[in-house]
Each structure stands twice: as structure tokens, then as C-alpha cells.
């Protein structure tokens, strides 16, 4: 798969995990009053606010700190999982965590080859 095919995939997870933080706090399990319901709904979706403009930008710092950031989804997925009534919203979590894992590890790593590969002709042409 190619850089921008592997963007695109880490976009769409963090996409579909600010969704379903999304869907669990307002619709499934939302707080009693509406302010604290938006305040804890921004707590848990920071991690993912901070990282996408880098995601979007290819730089590597960000996407190795989206794949550390998506672990935090991953741990509470299952967390989430064990409980019957909520184990389908769990596994979908779980999915897109490891998802952003993935991706953001393969863009991280082509990043990483296509330096070495611009230093190693930066050598060569002296």
C-alpha cells in the first residue's frame, strides 16, 4: 500500500474513533446535564484532536504519537468488552484502535525509509 492509501486508513480510524467517543457519550451513555457531557466528550477525544493536523502533514512524530494515543482506545475497548450489554461497541473500539495502530506504524516506517533513502543520494551526490 502506498503513503497516501496508508494516510487515508489512518485518518479513517481516528475518524471512526472520534465517532463512536462520539456516539457513546452523547447517545449511549451521556451525562445528565449538557455542559459536562460536551467537557468530558473533549477530554477524551484530545488525544486524537492533537495528532490529526500532523497526520494530515505526514510527519512522523505524529503518527508514531496517533499509534501510542490509539493504545488509550485499545485499553478501554476491551475494557469496555467484558461487559455484555456493550461488547459489540467495544469491539468496534478495539478495531479501529488497532487499525490506527497499524497504519500509523506502516506510515511512520515509510517515512522513515524514504529519509534514509534521501540521505543516502545527498551522500552519493558529494
Not at 468530558?40 to 505526514?58: K, Y
Not at 512524530?61 to 467484558?82: E, K, N, P, T
Not at 461488547?87 to 517515512?111: C, K, P, Q
Request: hydrophobic share 55%.
Amino acid at each position: 500500500m502506498n503513503l497516501r492509501g496508508l494516510q487515508l486508513l489512518c485518518l479513517f480510524c481516528l475518524g471512526s474513533l472520534f465517532a463512536l467517543t462520539g456516539l457513546k457519550q452523547f447517545f449511549i451513555e451521556p451525562l445528565a446535564s449538557p455542559l459536562p457531557n460536551l467537557l468530558w466528550f473533549l477530554v477524551q477525544v484530545f488525544p486524537l484532536l492533537a495528532v490529526t493536523p500532523g497526520v494530515l502533514r505526514l510527519r512522523a512524530r505524529s503518527c508514531l504519537l496517533a499509534a501510542l494515543a490509539a493504545m488509550l482506545y485499545f485499553s478501554h475497548g476491551v475494557m469496555v468488552a467484558i461487559t455484555p450489554d456493550m461488547r459489540t461497541y467495544g469491539l468496534w473500539e478495539v478495531g479501529f484502535a488497532m487499525g490506527l495502530v497499524l497504519s500509523a506504524s506502516f506510515v511512520v516506517r515509510h517515512l522513515r525509509l524514504a529519509s534514509a533513502e534521501t540521505e543516502t543520494e545527498a551522500r552519493e551526490d558529494q
